[in-house]
């Protein structure tokens, strides 16, 4: 007998509904909305109950973007530019549990440059997203870290510093995923975030996320106008759920697939030079190139699946450490007086 | 000629050059004499330094069992060429005076007692490797004080033991120096000093631990699972301690595993991220810091507060403002703790004052700070952290672990209306819920920004007075949950004394003496803040209340004078800070001074 599903809703009984959040008060036309928009669709997709994922930020307009998807899923709006510490201490209470993180640019590569580095270095499986719109949006429009040399913004005159590229320092950083991609590309955004939510370790993803209120001119790096006319997707990303079949044939070097740990697979098909995202040693080259070349590469720019996550260090039981019983966790009773011993 | 004897009753200070590896040579002295069944405390006066600098440790004996620094040195070890006048000319009249006979300056003082040590000689003359004859010398002047003071060799071999850990070889070489040198000052130098120590059995029952290391010990009883933390000292021997000790005593019965988790952060903003990050996801959380440290933790510390996530703050004091005296100790972060970050931001506050305390409160902690959902600071100084003292063994918690009010999906299903700033209960303190929990009306959103009492981002006046209020609430609450005073009290006293912390055994000791002289003062010792009904009480009922503490602008008598303001003019603050320990004349004589006045 064949049951019939029902199609509103996805393979954990939920509608997506069930993976919405509060009504946005960002602007309208804000590129965090249309991440916010991704997530929702991602998590559904991937059939995660909203309960097995927890969501960190730290402050700015895109840190507030969390309270606008998975009301269902807890959540932690931290302080500025020291999320990844919170999400890092957090997640060791259930380390069966998904993390997302979600940040700014001025509250990853200016005031959180440290934990950011920090927590690539540690490999917190965590999707840590930086919505990088070249301003600081909250406080109504400075320039930020990632703002390209010569930007003139209103009221703020010219940006006279070379800016921070958040993928460069994330492969220098030693990230286990590190990705690009482009708000205004929202398929791009839903396959790399489906990708990121498989990797068991960091997964950067540093997404151009237009500021319409005060850094949208078209000639300013992070505007969407920008983003349509000089991206450039390093390969067409499908992801493939566990035990799925890769429905589409691509001919011989045509696609590259990369196997993620719980079954689920990346394919990565062509579309102009050979790209081999496992390959860190080429990386710097090919984002230097773009840069002279003013393209905005977008895609997965690099994934090593091989390196042990944060967690895999610590020896822990299997049940969260949030749910052991206090006989689990105070010494028995015996031991303190090998305790006093031990003190001379 | 020797004169009446002074028994058990004086301090050894020992001179030596930052780094030579001395406090082998100390704590064996203390740990020996503290065999012996004297009660001995020890304390090192370092530098901020890792070699060259002169530092110093002084050993009080004390029959009585006054364990506070001493205003006085009646034994001087000099080691150090660059302190040598210096050290001669502390030594009290009467008092002896040890040096290394390679240190080629004049004895010119007649009114004490000096004898030379071929401490170069007999280090040549050991088995010790040359690079090792530079710490092994040390060695030369425990046996030399051995003997010249009856400290029993086979205690010096306890403690050697125990140092090395049984390590066979180490011992062997550093009791060997021991020896010999006793054989040679057995043979060369006649005694003509009254200082000698005596077995008693004042110290049965007793141990010997530094605060750090009985607060990591009582945090691992408190069954903490997450430490994040930074080194600086005089902090960091805690967290070491933690991991020394946790990977012996806290392997889960069930599965063999870990059941706690270490980071070293990057910097303190992140070791208190981490840390306020466990403590919202459930872990009994820890991380342990100094005043440089705290700063920086400033901002997190009143998210807590304001988001209601338990966490334990250790802070071990040291000399401030800024980096100050990194390496001396202190009570000059009262204030910062007890109001760390911005608003009207409130903390509950431990302050151990013995290292059996700092066990004890090492685990309270966490009760304390699950059951009132806050950051619970545990303030305790370098002197207190850092030297190692005599003190009660450690006891087994008599309370069963409180993981206070938490719902999980079974409890979430019997209850309609959950909110996670409710308070139902109207103690101030609403329910929380934990990551995994997978009820789906178990997940809230936490945040620093307004919020309701559904945890939903508002920004309407009334809520926030509300949110302010209960918080304000849980505040009293926590006022009459905290541990109580202690109090001595003395036959007719009408005036008191306040203090807390590492001065205990400074005022006890002024206490009696003063009580000997005519002047019978209480003693309430504080152990919590905010102050308890206890303490209202006590400073209503004396005359004049004292209250003594190691900072310069008396910070706890601020706190004290906003408590009572009816009887603030009673309040007399008595406050020293120079970075070295209190000593008991320093009271006795500042509180003579204002009787007197
Ligand atoms: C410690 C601290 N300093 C300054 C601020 C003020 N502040 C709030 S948001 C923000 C910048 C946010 O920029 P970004 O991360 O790029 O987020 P966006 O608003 O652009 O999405 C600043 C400086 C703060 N909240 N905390
Ligand atoms: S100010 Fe900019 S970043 Fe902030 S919500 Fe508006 S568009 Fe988005
Ligand atoms: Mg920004």
Request: charged share 20%; glycine share 8%; hydrophobic share 40%.
């Amino acid at each position: 007998m064949v049951t019939q599903r029902n199609p509103q809703v996805n393979l954990v009984n939920l509608s997506k509904t069930d993976y919405r959040g509060d009504p946005t008060t960002l602007c309208q036309g804000c590129g965090h909305n249309s991440i916010s928009s991704q997530i929702i669709a991602a998590c559904y997709e991937l059939n995660i109950p909203p309960e097995k994922l927890v969501k960190f930020s730290g402050i700015g307009c895109s840190s507030k973007a969390p309270t606008y998807f998975l009301n269902r899923s807890f959540g932690f709006n931290g302080l500025h530019g020291r999320m990844p510490s919170l999400a890092t201490g957090a997640m060791f209470a259930d380390t069966t549990l998904i993390g997302i993180g979600m940040s700014g640019d001025g509250d990853t590569v200016s005031i959180g440059m440290g934990q950011f580095k920090h927590v690539m270095r540690r490999n917190l499986p965590l999707v840590y997203i930086v919505a990088n719109n070249g301003v600081y949006g909250l406080t109504k429009g400075q320039f930020s870290a990632t703002a390209e040399e010569g930007l003139a913004l209103k009221g703020q005159g010219q940006n006279p510093y070379m800016p921070i590229d958040i993928v460069w320092e994330a492969v220098v950083g030693r990230a286990t995923f590190v990705a690009r991609s482009f708000a205004g590309d929202p398929k791009q955004v839903r396959e790399l975030l489906k990708a990121a939510l498989s990797h068991r370790g960091i997964a950067v993803l540093d997404i151009i996320s237009p500021c319409v209120t005060f850094n949208n001119q078209d000639d300013s790096h992070h505007s969407y106008a920008w983003g349509r006319n000089h991206e450039i997707a390093l390969h067409e990303l499908a992801y493939v759920p566990p035990a799925e079949e890769i429905m589409v044939e691509y001919a011989e070097g045509e696609s590259k697939e990369v196997d993620m740990h719980d079954g689920s697979r990346i394919v990565l098909r062509k579309l102009g030079a050979d790209y081999d995202p496992t390959d860190r040693s080429k990386i710097l080259t090919m984002l230097e190139e773009a840069n002279r070349k003013q393209e905005l590469i977008t895609g997965l720019i690099y994934i090593n699946t091989g390196q042990k996550s944060l967690f895999n260090l610590y020896h822990l039981p299997d049940e969260p450490l949030n749910r052991l019983s206090p006989d689990r966790i105070r010494p028995p009773r015996e031991t303190i007086a090998k305790v006093n011993a031990m003190m001379f | 000629m020797i004169t009446d004897s002074i028994i058990n009753d004086f301090s050894i200070t020992v001179g030596t050059v930052n780094g030579s590896g001395s406090q082998t040579s100390n704590l064996t002295l203390q740990r020996a004499l503290f065999k012996m069944g004297i009660p001995v405390s020890g304390k090192n006066l370092f530098p901020s330094n890792i070699q060259g600098l002169p530092t110093w440790y002084t050993i009080r004996v004390s029959k009585d069992g006054y364990l506070a620094r001493s205003e006085t040195t009646e034994v001087m070890v000099a080691m150090n060429a660059a302190t040598f006048a210096e050290d001669q000319a502390a030594v009290a009249p009467g008092g002896v005076f040890f040096y290394a006979d390679d240190i080629e300056q004049a004895i010119t003082r007649s009114d004490i007692v000096a004898y030379p040590m071929p401490v170069e000689k007999l280090a040549r003359e050991s088995d010790a490797p040359p690079n090792l004859r530079g710490y092994i010398a040390n060695m030369v002047y425990v046996g030399v004080l051995a003997h010249i003071l009856d400290i029993h060799i086979d205690r010096i071999r306890q403690a050697l033991d125990f140092h090395f850990n049984g390590k066979e070889k180490p011992i062997a070489l550093n009791y060997g120096v021991v020896q010999n040198a006793m054989a040679w000052a057995a043979e060369n130098l006649v005694k003509t000093d009254p200082f000698r120590v005596q077995a008693m059995d004042a110290t049965d029952g007793y141990i010997m631990a530094s605060g750090n290391t009985a607060g990591a010990l009582g945090a691992i009883y408190g069954g903490v699972q997450f430490v994040s933390w930074y080194p600086i000292t005089p902090a960091t021997s805690l967290a070491e301690s933690l991991n020394q000790y946790l990977p012996m005593l806290r392997k889960d019965p069930a599965t063999g595993k870990n059941t706690y988790a270490v980071i070293q952060a990057e910097d303190e903003l992140a070791a208190i991220g981490m840390a306020v990050g466990a403590g919202w996801g459930g872990l009994r959380s820890l991380t342990s810091t100094s005043g440089p440290g705290l700063s920086l933790m400033t901002e997190y510390a009143g998210m807590a507060y304001y988001a209601e996530v338990p966490l334990v703050i250790w802070d071990i004091q040291r000399m401030g403002p800024s980096t100050g005296l990194p390496t001396r100790t202190s009570q000059g972060d009262v204030n910062l703790v007890y109001y760390l970050s911005q608003g009207d931001t409130m903390h509950v506050v431990l302050l151990p004052g013995s290292a059996n305390e700092c066990f004890e409160f090492g685990w309270r902690a966490f009760d304390y700070a699950e059951r009132l959902q806050t950051p619970v600071f545990v303030l305790s100084d370098l002197d207190l952290g850092m030297n190692v003292w005599m003190t009660p063994p450690f006891e087994y918690p008599n309370t069963e672990i409180d993981r206070g009010k938490v719902l999980w999906e079974e409890d979430l299903g019997k209850i309609e209306n959950w909110g996670r700033y409710l308070d139902p209960d109207g103690d101030g303190i609403p329910y929380r819920t934990l990551p995994g929990n997978r009820h789906p009306r178990g997940a809230y959103f936490a945040r620093g920004t307004g919020h309701d009492e559904y945890a939903n981002y508002s920004e309407d006046p009334d809520v926030w007075e509300r949110g302010m209020e209960r918080l304000r609430a849980k505040f009293e609450t926590a006022r009459g949950m905290m541990p109580k005073p202690e109090i001595v009290t003395k036959d007719e006293a009408d005036i008191g004394v306040i203090a807390f912390g590492s001065t205990d055994p400074a005022v006890r000791e002024a206490q009696d003496h003063l009580a000997d002289d005519g002047l019978p003062i209480d003693y309430m010792r504080l152990r919590a803040l905010p102050v308890c009904d206890e303490v209202r009480d006590f400073v209503r009922s004396h005359r004049r209340v004292y209250v003594v503490e190691m900072n310069r602008d008396g910070q706890l008598h601020q706190i004290l004078s906003l408590e009572t303001p009816d009887r603030a003019a009673n309040l007399k603050s008595l406050s020293k800070n120079n970075g070295l320990p209190l000593t008991a004349d320093w009271i006795e004589g500042a509180i003579l001074a204002e009787e007197r006045k």
